[in-house]
């Protein structure tokens, strides 16, 4: 039982090019969420889903996309990086939507 | 609007001292879920304790222990005697009936070093 893993762990990009973040979860749960973390800012929401085939924007969800074809697997998807999307992205599932369970992070770094 | 303050932006400690991690939350929902989390420098998130609005009762859970107060709108985080793997950030967390249970929103942290 792997829990919430995410692929890569660490990635250098540069202006301009796009990168897709993989979430897998192996615990069934629903909910299906992605933050990043920078310094002094805590967790901030980027697109979460509520089910297979779902998808809703979070607080900063302005040049990411998301897709949940599959009810284990949330992608995130960058399409042009920016320099501002240099962050520490976690991956998150959850049962009800209360309790979250967390990814071990990927650092992206946009130069 | 939801809002989750943590107002102590960092805090250092001598190895076997208390410390208080303060929480103070905003929120108009009448049923909410508060939450904290830790991070150690390792960088993963570890689930610590959820409460329920309708549960007041303090939780103590070994070293740690917590005080939820609605008349002030606080969830208070204490360590006894603490130590030098406490040494994380730490946050506080919301969920509520504006959000439909679905999103949680988390306050900035407090990073908190023990020294030995």
């Known amino acids: 039982n792997a829990g919430v893993t995410q692929t890569p762990k660490f990635r250098v990009l540069k202006t301009g090019q796009s990168m897709t973040l993989l979430c897998a979860q192996d615990m069934n749960h629903e909910y299906m969420y992605w933050y990043r973390q920078d310094p002094g800012m805590g967790l901030r929401l980027i697109h979460y889903?509520?089910?297979?085939?779902?998808?809703a924007k979070g607080e900063v969800p302005d040049g990411y996309n998301v897709s949940r074809l599959k009810k284990q697997n949330f992608l995130l998807g960058l399409e042009s990086a920016a320099p501002s999307q240099t962050s520490v992205y976690f991956c998150?599932?959850?049962?009800?939507?209360?309790?979250?369970?967390f990814g071990p992070g990927t650092r992206l770094t946009v130069t | 609007a939801q809002k989750v303050t943590q107002a102590q932006t960092e805090i250092s400690v001598v190895e076997k001292e208390d410390v208080t991690l303060d929480c103070v939350y905003e929120?108009?929902?009448?049923?909410?879920?508060l939450f904290w989390y830790k991070q150690p420098p390792s960088g993963e998130l570890v689930f610590l304790i959820r409460?329920?609005?309708?549960?007041?009762q303090n939780e103590i859970s070994g070293r740690y222990s917590w005080n939820f107060q609605k008349s002030t709108s606080s969830f208070n985080f204490t360590i006894t005697a603490s130590q030098v793997v406490d040494s994380a950030v730490y946050f506080c967390a919301l969920s509520g009936q504006q959000t439909s249970y679905d999103k949680v929103i988390f306050g900035p942290g407090t990073s908190l070093s023990v020294i030995p």
């Open positions: 889903s509520v089910g297979e085939g779902t998808t």
């Open positions: 998150a599932s959850s049962y009800s939507g209360i309790e979250q369970y």
């Open positions: 409460r329920n609005s309708f549960d007041e």
């Open positions: 929120t108009r929902d009448t049923t909410y879920y």
